[in-house]
T-cell receptor, first 116, second 112 residues
Framework: EAQVTQNPRYLITVTGKKLTVTCSQNMNHEYMSWYRQDPGLGLRQIYYSMNVEVTDKGDVPEGYKVSRKEKRNFPLILESPSPNQTSLYFC???????????????FGPGTRLTVT | GESVGLHLPTLSVQEGDNSIINCAYSNSASDYFIWYKQESGKGPQFIIDIRSNMDKRQGQRVTVLLNKTVKHLSLQIAATQPGDSAVYFCADLSGGYQKVTFGTGTKLQVIP
């Protein structure tokens, strides 16, 4: 089954304690992206990656890091989480070959992060 | 989850009626547009897309209209069903489909 998986689904942590949210897709997609979703603000793009070792900033990259060492994985790293990073996070992937034609971004189930 | 639906404009529609959800975008360089549906507790799900060289595209029970002059998108859902209740987002893509900008969303409530 084609899917995007994220772990953990729920996380409560304290300010300053480094954490990683993993994202994995099994569709051999080139493009992967991270979003955060906050009430009243919609989804905002944090980082995206066009392929292995190619990453770029989205609209709200501050306080986040990503890496793309393998095509299937795109972890989101919070080196020193702060309360304003409390949010619902989504990872997504898509095939660049279909971009603009039958483009479809597949989203993971989301990770709800609370930073106290 | 449910907190996503707070603070959003809400459209209430009687079951069987048609729904029209509107979206404005700001980037005149955007060349590709997508509508997503997000049910409570789930990630967004692709509904329909449209390229900037089109002004209308139809799918199964859904139609997207694009007006580039006023930077406006709309999603029409025919014969709205209770299963259509969700939050709907538009997204516009630019920079060779790399950057994705989402609208803030509209909550659709279908009244049985």
């Amino acid at each position: 089954e084609a899917q995007v998986t994220q772990n953990p689904r729920y996380l409560i942590t304290v300010t300053g304690k480094k954490l990683t949210v993993t994202c994995s897709q099994n569709m051999n997609h080139e493009y992967m992206s991270w979003y955060r979703q906050d009430p009243g603000l919609g989804l905002r793009q944090i980082y995206y990656s066009m392929n292995v070792e190619v990453t770029d900033k989205g609209d709200v990259p501050e306080g986040y890091k990503v890496s793309r060492k393998e095509k299937r994985n795109f972890p989101l790293i919070l080196e020193s989480p702060s309360p304003n990073q409390t949010s619902l996070y989504f990872c997504a992937s898509s095939s660049l070959a279909l971009a603009g034609v039958g483009y479809e971004q597949y989203f993971g189930p989301g990770t709800r992060l609370t930073v106290t | 989850g449910e907190s996503v639906g707070l603070h959003l404009p809400t459209l209430s529609v009687q079951e069987g009626d048609n729904s029209i959800i509107n979206c404005a975008y700001s980037n005149s360089a955007s060349d590709y547009f997508i509508w997503y549906k997000q049910e409570s507790g789930k990630g967004p799900q692709f509904i329909i897309d449209i390229r900037s060289n089109m002004d209308k595209r139809q799918g199964q029970r859904v139609t997207v209209l694009l007006n580039k002059t006023v930077k406006h998108l709309s999603l029409q859902i025919a014969a709205t069903q209770p299963g259509d209740s969700a939050v709907y987002f538009c997204a516009d893509l630019s920079g060779g489909y790399q950057k994705v900008t989402f609208g803030t969303g509209t909550k659709l409530q279908v009244i049985p």
